[in-house]
């Protein structure tokens, strides 16, 4: 009965291995740059260093995102902590003025690039989800999909 599901999981492991690189070859490896940046620019203050490693992780996510996502901590880990609270709001604050909308506009300038060609249409989308994320990563953490998977089926089973 179970013959089929090793079968699903290899194709959409496949699949996001394509994608991935397409998405570098295509735009990622200008996104990530973009962070990348963000993360030295923030790095070379020392108040900026909180938000260096957040940008130099999410530059990460940019080189490789299908099969990934971003989700909040505190609903992944169900407790709260510096960055989920009211000082990740401060810091996504900063973040937004300092950063996050020169990203998030260089996200929505690609997807309008990408739509216009019918192949660019998931990459498009891709963009406009991580447009959202640019305006405020803090707080944030990067999962694989098969692991958020797990999780919301072991807290709708209650814990088993």
Same mark, same amino acid.
């Given at each position: 009965?179970? %013959?089929?599901?090793?079968?699903?999981?290899?194709?959409?492991?496949?699949?996001?291995?394509? $994608? *991935? +690189?397409?998405?570098?070859?295509?735009?990622?490896?200008?996104?990530?740059?973009?962070? !990348?940046?963000?993360?030295?620019?923030?790095?070379? %203050?020392?108040? =900026?260093?909180?938000?260096?490693? %957040?940008?130099? *992780?999410?530059?990460?996510?940019? $080189?490789?995102?299908?099969?990934?996502?971003?989700?909040?901590?505190?609903? !992944?880990?169900?407790? @709260?902590?510096?960055?989920?609270?009211?000082? =990740?709001?401060? @810091? *996504?604050?900063?973040?937004?003025?300092?950063?996050?909308?020169? !990203?998030?506009?260089?996200?929505?300038?690609?997807?309008?690039? $990408?739509?216009?060609? +019918?192949? @660019?249409?998931?990459?498009?989308?891709?963009?406009?989800?991580?447009? =959202?994320?640019?305006?405020?990563?803090? @707080?944030?953490?990067?999962?694989?999909?098969?692991?958020?998977?797990?999780?919301?089926? $072991? %807290?709708?089973? /209650? /814990?088993?």
């Amino acid at each position: 009965m179970n %013959s089929g599901a090793p079968d699903l999981v290899f194709i959409d492991t496949r699949m996001n291995f394509i $994608l *991935n +690189v397409l998405w570098i070859v295509f735009v990622g490896l200008e996104m990530a740059i973009g962070w !990348l940046v963000a993360a030295f620019l923030f790095a070379i %203050s020392i108040v =900026g260093l909180p938000w260096a490693r %957040s940008a130099f *992780n999410l530059a990460v996510f940019h $080189l490789w995102p299908f099969g990934r996502e971003i989700v909040d901590r505190e609903e !992944l880990t169900g407790e @709260g902590d510096l960055g989920t609270g009211a000082l =990740g709001f401060v @810091g *996504n604050v900063v973040w937004f003025l300092l950063a996050g909308w020169w !990203l998030a506009l260089a996200h929505l300038f690609f997807a309008l690039l $990408l739509m216009l060609t +019918v192949i @660019g249409i998931p990459f498009a989308w891709q963009h406009l989800k991580l447009a =959202g994320m640019a305006l405020a990563p803090v @707080g944030k953490t990067v999962i694989d999909k098969e692991l958020r998977r797990g999780r919301l089926h $072991l %807290s709708a089973s /209650g /814990g088993r």
